[in-house]
Each structure stands twice: as structure tokens, then as C-alpha cells.
């Protein structure tokens, strides 16, 4: 019962190895045959039998386990050992990491042991050492050589040999086969890791040991690639086994037998290729057509993706450029990064404008870090002369605290621009709520209360903080208004600072047209007396409701000053207040803004009273005194005609003089070269 269990267990395994002392036998892999394995020989889970891996200078045998009678007996009638016709073929691939290099190669041996622990590794093939065989330990091996070994006379490093006792073979013949059709020779690579079949043939009476070789796929060439008369009768010993042998030297090289069939005394069985197990891939994954098309086209998507990049990062690196010099570092604190302001005023975008002055346009923004809304000013400079003063004076502009001050945040320097920072007025410049008829405009209380607010930070800017700073541009325009109707004077952009106790120097006249006290135009010396001046014409501005100098029908113009002096003369000040009030106002505050005004206003400069007399008129704390009979308005029209300024002069360059004429647009900047 147990022994037909055994069969039909032997019989199952016999699907993949069929194995008895018939001498015949089919591996097609070899995941269920019993082969005696020693060194690095193993059999892989797929069945594929690995001769050797990558370890240096070591070998590896696989025997069928069962040895085979490979000599007739003498007989009664002959007593002469005649040797056994046997035939086997295998299927085999030399698998190397490198193309066209690979180690020693394998054989199929025959030999009367399976111990060949005394054999070396490397070009000995796990099958002798330098001693040659002998007639105790033979060997036959039919070596799949690919390496060329001169001192066992090696045709060349792609070879199949015969070897008997020796490494030396008998017959050696490169690689390759006789084509069927026309008898050509086809040379093949052993390492080439393709599958190869080899079948070797003996034939007993005749005595011939033939070799062939061929690709899988090609069925056994007719003329084999060896045929060599050998009697082995006189060599083989009975029993003997049948096996591989390869060795490992350097290079890092898989010998593989995928399948393997054998006979004695007839042909071998076939072996069926769709059942061998498939060999591990090693090396580069061989290319897809796929891949022809997808890599090129990744190459061209990253080089691509590169030149975007790079092309992004120079054209941010040229948006955001700034001029940074060294001696800015200690203003450190009050520059601005470019790429802040241009992302906070979404890059300068038309519907952030918040107007367009003299010197160029002021934009709302909110900065990105701290959600602060500023609004940036940007103003274009020419020449880099004086850029540095000017920077060094903003800062200490910077410095400046009043509640009536609009306060300077920092800066930012372009090529030929300058951005200056500074705290956002939520309801705008005054000037919009006193020419805008249509627009809103503010009762006498809120008017005066800007005076005096304008009149306070002229006083902290004149007297009370460490430096003289001149404004230089007072102006209904440059008067913001806070959420809560404050007044704050803002755009230092013109602003000159001296030390107390200095004489203001002499630079180019700058201002507005209108605004310039006489005495400016002859010097070029900006003076608190000089913003006192523009201050005074600024309080019948705010009085009156109107500009400076307009413009009437006939082409004439009127002069704020010299309207309101005239009716001074004629007893009729309080008809120039501005009708927009409709008579709602203190008569005595309305007296005192318009007299002081004209005050202020008075071509003189040593008659116009300071910024700390002014405060005390508006006050009431002294009354403002009774101006002089003598008072003669310096024409400031006849002046401009003169000139002929009926334009609009701002520097661009700075230090050059040029003329813009500006239609409809009666505020005026004037900007003269005053040396
Ligand atoms: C090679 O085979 C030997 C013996 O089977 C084993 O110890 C070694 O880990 C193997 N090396 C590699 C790289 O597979
Ligand atoms: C495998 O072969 C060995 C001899 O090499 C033998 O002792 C053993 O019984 C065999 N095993 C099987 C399952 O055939
Ligand atoms: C014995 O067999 C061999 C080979 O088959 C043959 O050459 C020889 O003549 C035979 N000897 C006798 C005595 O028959
Ligand atoms: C193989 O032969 C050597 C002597 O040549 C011996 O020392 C060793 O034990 C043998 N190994 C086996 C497995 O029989
Ligand atoms: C070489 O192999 C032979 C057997 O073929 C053995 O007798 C001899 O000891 C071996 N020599 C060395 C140096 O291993
Ligand atoms: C081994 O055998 C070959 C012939 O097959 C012979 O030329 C060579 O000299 C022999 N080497 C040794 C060491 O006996
Ligand atoms: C060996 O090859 C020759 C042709 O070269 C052929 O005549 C002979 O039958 C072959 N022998 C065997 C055993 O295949």
C-alpha cells in the first residue's frame, strides 16, 4: 500500500523529472528534481538551475543524483566492455552583468564521482585542477568555454571543446552552427544571455561523440558543430554520473540550465521550451517602443520645464530688481523690498491709483506681511547725483512723528525710481473736497480744524523737532484726511532739512506755481519763511474754496492773493469766502484765517509771522495784527508771465529744466535750476 503511494508520488513528480534506472531522464526545470548540488550551485523557486552566482573564485556542481551503467557487461559470448550510445541535450544561458564579459563558462560532465572538492574554480571549471585526470579520477566534459585560457591551448573566449582528463581540449570549435539549408557556419555568443541548446551524441558502436549547438528557437542543426572519434570504453568506469560543473572568477556572471533531458541507448526526449522556467532579468530593461516614444518626449518636457524655470526666476529676478547700495545698510529698517510693493499694490494696477501729482503717481496698497495699507508714491529720479542725500534725508523724514503728519514708512530705490511708503489716509487729499463741487465738502469747523492741524505739524516741523525741515510743497493736494477728518500733511518727497541755527542752502526752486513766495524765485532759498508763505496761500485756498491762480474767461488769470486783497482794501473780505459754505461760519474765525492768510501770504518774508505766531493767532491767544496800508501784492501772475510759465514745469531730469504743458490742470509745479 505504502510502496504504490511512493509510485504514485514518484510518478506525479514525474510530470517535471522522470527519472529511473532505465537511464532516461527529463528536467524540464528542475523546481522537483533531486539533483545533488554542492558549491554555489542552486535551484531557484522557478526550477531554474543557477550554477554559479556572483561570489569570487568559487564552483558549483548539479549531478543527477543516480549513477548510470554506461558500459555493457561481458558477457558469456563477448568478453569485451563495450561503452553505452547515451544522448542528452540542455538548454542553457550565460546571463552576465556586462556585455560581450563574462566568467569562465560551464560543461556537461561525466565523471565517476560526484565529489570534485579537490577541483579549482576559475578557468579549471570546477572540474580538475592542474593535475591532469587520471585513469583513477576520469572526466569527460564538453566545456561551453568563454574565456580564453592560453595555457590550455584556448582557441578563443567563445568556444566548445571536448575534454578528456584535461582541460586541454581534444576538439574545439568556436560557438556557433551549420545552418540546415545551407550548411553555413553561424557563430553564436555564449554570454550573449540568450537560450541555447546543446546536444551531445554518442555513439557506441561507431564510437563518435558529436556536439551541436544551436538557439532555441532554431531545431537540432543536422551537422553538428563537433564530431570527434573517442572510444570510451577505455575511459569509462561503471557507474558514472552525469552533471554540471562552472565556476565563478571575477566577473559577475549567472550560469543557468533551464532544462535538461538524457538517454542511454537512444535519442534523448525533447525538451518543450514552454515549460522551462524563464530566466531572471538582469542588466538594463530592454527598451519598449513605448519608451522610444515617452523618453524623448519626458527629455523635451524637462528641458523644457527647466528653460521655464530659469526663464521665470530671470524674468522675476529683472521685475523685482531694485539698486541696493552699500551705503543704505543702515537705513536697513526703512527699505522696502520692491516685490512687497509691487505685490501690495498688485503691481502698480490702474484701479490701486489713488492720483497722480508733480512728481509722479501714488498708488493704495496693502502690504503683504502685515496687511498694513500704505500708499506708495513712485517717483521717477534720473540722475543717481544726490540720491544719497535725498535717501538719507527721507529716512530722517521717517523719523518725523506728528499726529498731523502723514507718516513717511520707508523707501525703495529702482533703476531710475524711487517708491516711498507711506500710511494710507483713508478719505483721500483735501483738495477734492474743496474744488469738487459735486463731491463732498466740509463746514467751518471741519475747515478749521485742518488749519489748525496744518498749522500745528508746520510748527513742529519749523521749530520743535531736532532739525529744520522746509516742506517745501504745502498745498490743499498735499493735505490728507484721516478716517477721523484729521488733517495730515503729507509728501516729503521735496522736503530739505537743516540743522537749527544754518542758513537753508541754495538749490533749484521747487514747488507749486502759486505756492512760491516771491523772494524763492529771486534766491532759490527755501526758507520755513517761504513755506509760511505757501501755508498762507493755502489758508484763502481753504477759505475761498478756490485755487490759487485760475484760470477765467479771456484768458486772464486770477490770483487767489491779490483777489482777496482787493477785497481786503474794499472792506469786503467776507465776500471771498467760499459760497460752498452758505454763510455758515464764524465770522471772527473766517476774519482771522483770511487776514492771517494774507499775512502769511505777504511778499515780505520778514513780515510773515512764524509757525509758533501763527498757532497763536489761530488760538485766539493774540490777535492777528492789522496789515500794513503799504502791503503791495508781488504780483505773482505778472511774475509768471514774465517767465512766460503758463505751464506745467517739473524736473526730468532733475537737474535739467524742462517744460510740460498740462492742460486743465491749474496746479502747478515749478521746478527751476537755481544756480
Ligand atoms: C551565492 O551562493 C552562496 C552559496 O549558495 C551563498 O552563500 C551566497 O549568498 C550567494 N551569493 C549571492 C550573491 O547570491
Ligand atoms: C534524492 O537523492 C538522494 C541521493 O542523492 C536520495 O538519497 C534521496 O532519497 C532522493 N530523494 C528523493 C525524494 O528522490
Ligand atoms: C564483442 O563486441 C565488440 C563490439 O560490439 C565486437 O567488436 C567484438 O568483435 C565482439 N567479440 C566477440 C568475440 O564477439
Ligand atoms: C570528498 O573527497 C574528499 C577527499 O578527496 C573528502 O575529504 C571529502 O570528505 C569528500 N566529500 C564527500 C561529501 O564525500
Ligand atoms: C588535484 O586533483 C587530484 C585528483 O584529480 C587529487 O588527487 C590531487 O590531490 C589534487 N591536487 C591538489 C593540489 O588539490
Ligand atoms: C594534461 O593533459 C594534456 C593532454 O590532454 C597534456 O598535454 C598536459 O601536459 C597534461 N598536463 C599535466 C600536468 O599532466
Ligand atoms: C555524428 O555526426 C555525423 C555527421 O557529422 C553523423 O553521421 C553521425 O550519425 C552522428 N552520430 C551521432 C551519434 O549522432
Redesign the pocket.
Known sequence: MLSLFLLLLLSLGGEMASSADDGQFTYQGFAAANLTLDGLATVLPNGLLALTNFTYQTKGHAFHPVPLRFLNKPTSTNTTAVARSFSTSFVFAVVSRYDGLSDQGLAFVVTPTMNLS???AGQYLGL????N??AS?RILAVELDTIMNPEFSDINSNHVGINVNSLMSRQAKPAGYYGDDDGAFRGLMLNSRKLMQVWVDYDGQGRQLNVTLAPIQVPKPRKPLLSEVIDLSTFMEDPMYVGFSSSSGVVFTHHYVLGWSFSLDGPSPPLHFSKLPTLPRVGPKPRSKLLDVVLPLATALLVAAVLVVVFFFVWRRHRYAEVREDWEDEFGPHRFAYKDLFCATDGFKDKNLLGAGGFGKVYKGVLPASSLEVAVKRVSHGSRQGVREFVAELVSIGRLRHRNLAQLLGYCRRKSELLLVYDYMENGSLDKYLYNKNGPSLNWQERYWVIKGIASSLLYLHEDWEQIVIHRDIKASNVLLDSQMNARLGDFGLARLYDHGMDGQTTHVVGTMGYLAPELLRTGKATPATDIFAFGVFLLEVVCGRRPVESEKHGNKMVLIDWVLEHHRNGSILDTVDPGLMGKFDIQEVTIVLKLGLLCAHPSPNTRPSARKVMQYLDRSRSVPNLSPTYISYSTLALMQNEGFDSYIMPCPLFAKSVHTVSGDSSVTVLLDGR
Open positions: 579537490t577541483a579549482n580538475l585542477n592542474a593535475t585526470g587520471t579520477n
